[in-house]
């Protein structure tokens, strides 16, 4: 199994360019997380969907984030623009959504981001 | 507002010299407390999940156990290879998990 797949690993960019960044869960996964990962704040969920439809996006900062999942095999997270306190480390995790919840989400090895 | 806290920050230990780590929470409603390890580069990695207090997993040198406001890792006989940062985590209202600030453990030879 090849695991939750993102890209880019490393991006820096300065600020005000627009920043993408991709997701691929593991396949038959049917739910997909966003978090975010800085030292001062540590794990912060950002979204959360459930078979392709976004269930809560109360994590994401402010209006310059965006996420989309088209497909149930691949998620877009999007900062336009972005800023330098924007900068951290970004995850996508996917999981087998059951009843109850089993807590085990696959994260991805995350993306690096610094906007200078 | 569910919480979720973890201690110490950082634990530096010797190799064998064992330790407990510490997660208290404050939720509505437990629906399970879970531990997650941190490799440096990577992504959060599963461990355990426990359900109810006085609840027990082992997994190699780690044990985790649960009462009704906090739960521990322990750590017996850690080796260098233990080395990483923990994480535990709860599920909110909606069932999405919200973790501590994780506990950055160093195990020198």
């Known amino acids: 199994d090849a695991g939750v797949i993102q890209s880019p690993r490393h991006e820096v960019t300065e600020m005000g360019q627009e920043v993408t960044l991709r997701c691929k869960p593991i396949?038959?996964?049917?739910?997909l997380f966003w978090y975010r990962q800085t030292m001062m704040r540590g794990l912060e969920l950002l979204i959360y969907f459930n078979n392709n439809v976004p269930i809560d996006d109360s994590g994401m900062p402010e209006d310059r984030f965006s996420a989309k999942m088209p497909n149930a095999s691949f998620s877009t997270l999007k900062i336009q623009p972005s800023e330098p306190r924007d900068s951290a480390v970004y995850f996508c995790?996917?999981?087998?959504?059951?009843?109850?919840?089993?807590?085990?989400?696959?994260f991805g090895e995350g993306s690096r981001l610094t906007v200078l | 507002e569910d919480q979720v806290t973890q201690s110490p920050e950082a634990l530096r230990l010797q190799e064998g010299e064992s330790s407990s780590l510490n997660c208290s929470y404050t939720?509505?409603?437990?629906?399970?407390l879970f531990w997650y390890r941190q490799d440096p580069g990577k992504g959060p990695e599963f461990l355990f999940t426990l359900y109810s207090a006085g609840e027990e997993k082992e997994k190699e040198r780690l044990k985790a156990t649960l009462t009704k406001k906090e739960s521990f890792l322990h750590i017996t006989a850690p080796k260098p290879e233990d080395s990483a940062t923990y994480l535990c985590?709860?599920?909110?209202?909606?069932?999405?998990?919200?973790f501590g600030g994780g506990t950055r453990l160093m195990v020198k030879p």
């Open positions: 396949s038959g996964h049917n739910s």
């Open positions: 939720v509505s409603g437990l629906r399970g």
């Open positions: 995790a996917s999981s087998l959504w059951q009843s109850p919840n089993t807590g085990e989400l696959f």
């Open positions: 985590a709860v599920p909110n209202a909606g069932n999405m998990l919200t």
